[in-house]
């Protein structure tokens, strides 16, 4: 059973955001068009081979998972003063997912399998506000 883990998109209120943001630290970083997209932390996990066997990095927007990104590695680097961070290198595709409530957190967690919302599906609507989509898929009538 793959192992994913969960981090908070802060600051952004949309997946779009999110793509914006991304595109534009992959341009000032000056990364290869192909290249995995580079979410820095100060944390490593130790689980990695469990990651790296199909796992995926969530993203919560505004208080709900909304997204996943695959890992497809880690990398680790320093910053001007020495300080250490982790890489995760995730492929570039946003994946829409099920809207599922989380609860603020500091920087990531592991999430298992069995807690991770499905991958949104064909035909959803994405006009629907988040928290309202959220309760109508708990209620069964989305």
Known sequence: ???????????????????K????????RKQKPNSPHRVFTRSTPKRT?????????????KGFVRARQKLVGFDETADEQGRKYCVFLVERKLIPTAARAMQPFQGWRYLDQARTPSDAR?????????????????????
Do not use: C, N
């Open 49 to 61: 081979e469990e990651l790296l066997d199909g796992g995926s990095l969530y993203w919560v927007i």
């Open 21 to 28: 943001f991304q595109e534009k630290r992959r341009k000032e």
């Open 122 to 142: 064909a035909g959803d609507s994405t006009d629907v506000p988040e928290e309202m989509a959220a309760e109508l898929r708990r209620l069964g009538l989305l």
């Open 1 to 19: 059973m793959a192992l994913h883990l969960i981090k908070l998109a802060v600051g952004a209120a949309s997946l779009e955001e999110i793509e």
